[in-house]
């Protein structure tokens, strides 16, 4: 990086302030897989937790401590001794370790909350803070409510923490009240009064999204100086949540040109490291959300499918790729144009003329106006309506299954190609993956399962079942359709149909004469 460039430390609360939305509770051991992927992701900071607020939070704190080496390990504190000294004993195994403490300096807090005075206050912060030198190095301290706290008084206690030992200050905004303009001043205010912060002290801003300006006032304390942004994974944390990691950290990076700093983040973890803590707060990632939601990178409409088409850049400004996904995602629906489409079509192994281009588009055009998404099982079903059927390459002969609880599955597959017959025997996890292992002893197509899902095509226990395959095979997505009476069965003939049409749609005339697909 340019020596001009100035770094922002990423400190990640999800494991503390994250862990406080409601029903957001995690266990030691889920705190530990959380943290080992932040280790990946390489925070600067990982704050594990508030020790002193019960034994599984010393608990967890001290596993961290004890296992995650990379990042600075913070632990949280009350303006107490108690306090302090359950920090330093869940620290204690941590190759570096911060101690967090806060105390509320607004006026509404100190009236109704505390029921101190200014000078007690500010003695509160100087004598705890000056006793925690002996155990810690790295010391935060955060006025809590800072932007609802008088100006003057927030400097009086900002100078008084670092006279007595903080390395890094941290301007809460507690309650999400500030908007950026307001938060920048501040910030400026503060670097006036106190020149060493952020260069010899750590300036670092907490900002809550009650009004939904937790990244924006943040990014607004960067510009004005601040180097350090405490954040969590999805923007998780009390109320309407914290300012999002991930957004502050692709901000910075895809807006470098304008803010000249950045960050360690390794931005190919993002994803994985919003799924997991998805997945173990049970919080469900909103759609629409910024970077990791569903969302994020797809696009249903025809003008935007075709821009991104011809240039990713026309309507996506991050490279999908680079936060883990693979790739945009386009959206069929009523609004999608002929270049997506035809796209699609590709994609699914088919190579059509204009004139069945066309024939196939206008059916699904008739078909997105009457659900709303139309997906790649729809496609297949109106390729197969509106054009020549795929030829049987490969057909079925015959299927016998065996199948015993606690044992491999067995099945014999025969297949007749061009007139002969080929037989194999095969074993595998249950009597799908016995089939389907058979069947690639004789085809020997290289083929790939992603995707494989059963539905009643009918009711009643005779029920017609329909199973839909999807495999990749030579570097193509094919999906493949089958219907029977027996899933065994359907599931074979869906394997078949996709293997078909790549020998029937993707491979020339020449190829499928000397080889099986």
Known sequence: ????????????????????????????????????????????????????????????????????????????????????????????????????VFLATSQIHRQYKLKKGKKEILEMAAQNIRSAKKDFQQIEFSPED????????????????????????????????????????????????NPELGKSVILSVHCHNDLGLAVANSLAAVLAGANQVECTINGIGERAGNASLEEIAMALDTRKDFVDCYTDIVFKEIMKSSRLVSHLTGMVVQPNKAIVGRNAFSHESGIHQDGVLKKRQTYEIIDPKRIGLSGSQLILGKLSGRHAFNERVQKLGFRLNESELGQAFRRFKELADKKKYVFDEDIEAILEENLAMVPE????????????????????????FKGKSREAVSEGDGPVDAGYKAIEKIVNSGARVVHYGIQSVTGGKDALGEVVVKLIVAGREVTGRGTSTD?????IKAYLFALNKISSHILPEETQEHSPV
Not at 487 to 491: C, N, R, T
């Open 1 to 100: 990086m340019s020596d001009k460039k100035r770094k922002i430390y990423i400190f990640d609360t999800t494991l503390r302030d994250g862990e406080q939305s409601p029903g957001a509770s995690l266990t030691p051991d889920e705190k530990l897989k959380i943290a080992k992927q932040l280790e990946k992701l390489n925070v600067d900071v990982i704050e594990a937790g508030f020790p002193a607020s019960s034994p599984g939070e010393m608990q967890a704190v001290r596993m961290i401590s004890e296992v995650v080496k990379k990042p600075v390990i913070c632990g949280l504190s009350r303006m107490m001794p108690s306090d302090i000294d359950a920090c330093r004993r869940a620290l204690e195994p941590a190759r570096r370790k911060r101690l967090h």
């Open 146 to 193: 800072a932007s609802r706290t008088e100006p003057k008084f927030l400097t009086e206690a900002v100078r008084a923490a670092i006279d007595a030992g903080a390395t890094s200050i941290n301007i809460p905004d507690t309650v999400g009240y500030t908007v950026p303009q307001e938060f920048s001043d501040l910030i400026y205010f503060l670097i006036k009064k």
């Open 393 to 416: 390459t490969w057909k079925l002969d015959h299927i016998r299954i065996t199948s015993e609880s606690g044992k491999p599955a067995h099945a014999s597959i025969r297949l007749t």
């Open 487 to 491: 899933i065994i069965e359907a599931s």
